[in-house]
C-alpha cells in the first residue's frame, strides 16, 4: 500500500523559514510529478507547487520568491523549502504525488494526511 507521510509542520513566526518533507512509501512502479497543496481555515484546498519527474516546476503567484520545491528520486520524497513566512502562509499543507503502482496500472494520484503550518507572533 502507498502511503505519503509529511514532516516539517510546526508553529514559526512572521519572516521566518520552514522545511516540509513527504516520502513515499510502499510499493510503487514509478512516480510523476510531486506536488504540495495547502487548506487554510475555511478556504478551499489551493495549489502551492509542483514539480515533474524532469525536475520542471511551478508555484503558486503568493509563494513565488519564497518557496522552492525540490525532489529526491532516489528516496522517493518532495520538499518544500519556505522563506519569509506570512501570517496568511497559515494551513494544512498536503503533499501528493501521481503514480503508477505497477507498470499496467492506470496513474493514481496520492495524497499525504497533512502537515500544519502555523505563522504567527
Known amino acids: 500500500q502507498v502511503q505519503l507521510v509529511e514532516s516539517g509542520g510546526g508553529l514559526v513566526q512572521p519572516g521566518g523559514s520552514l522545511r516540509l518533507s513527504c516520502a513515499v512509501s510502499?510499493?510503487?512502479?514509478?512516480?510523476?510529478?510531486m506536488g504540495w497543496y495547502r487548506q487554510a481555515p475555511g478556504k478551499q484546498r489551493e495549489l502551492v507547487a509542483v514539480i515533474t519527474s524532469g525536475g520542471s516546476t511551478n508555484y503558486a503567484d503568493s509563494v513565488k520568491g519564497r518557496f522552492t520545491i525540490s525532489r529526491d528520486n532516489a528516496k522517493n520524497t518532495v520538499y518544500l523549502q519556505m522563506k519569509s513566512l506570512k501570517p496568511e502562509d497559515t494551513a494544512v499543507y498536503y503533499c501528493n504525488t501521481d503514480g503508477r503502482p505497477r507498470p499496467t496500472w492506470s496513474v493514481i494520484r496520492y495524497w499525504g494526511k497533512g502537515t500544519l503550518v502555523t505563522v504567527s507572533s
Open positions: 510502499g510499493t510503487i512502479f514509478s512516480i510523476d510529478a
